[in-house]
Nanobody, 114 residues
Framework: QVQLVESGGGLSQPGGSLTLTCVASGTYLRDNAMSWYRQVPGKQRELVAGHVTGRSTNYADSVKGRFLLTRDNANNAVYLQMNSLKPEDTGVYYC????????WGQGTQVTVSS
């Protein structure tokens, strides 16, 4: 079965950096769409960054210039490099995969606070 496992979340001071990793099993990423979402309690889950091979990554306006999505199909992994973190980046980050069906990871907590 398809599994997406996120890691790399944690606590960062404002201005710091974190890199999230999502590793897929039970499938191959190939050219399928990979995305990162985040959710704050009481708010809807929002798209942070999404990518499909051959197209530019789509970033939320709030993270443009600070976050970078990369993927390594050979290792079935996708990453989210987060720089210049702000308190409003706090939330649970979810990996998302679409190959005709949707798959979600369990989420990893990112907290930006002094």
């Amino acid at each position: 079965q398809v599994q997406l496992v996120e890691s790399g979340g944690g606590l960062s001071q404002p201005g710091g950096s974190l890199t999230l990793t999502c590793v897929a099993s039970g499938t191959y990423l190939r050219d399928n769409a990979m995305s990162w979402y985040r959710q704050v309690p009481g708010k809807q889950r929002e798209l942070v960054a999404g990518h499909v091979t051959g197209r530019s990554t789509n970033y939320a306006d709030s993270v443009k210039g600070r976050f970078l999505l990369t993927r390594d199909n050979a290792n079935n992994a996708v990453y989210l490099q987060m720089n210049s973190l702000k308190p409003e980046d706090t939330g649970v980050y979810y990996c998302h995969f679409y190959d005709g069906h949707e798959y979600w990871g369990q989420g990893t907590q990112v907290t930006v606070s002094s």
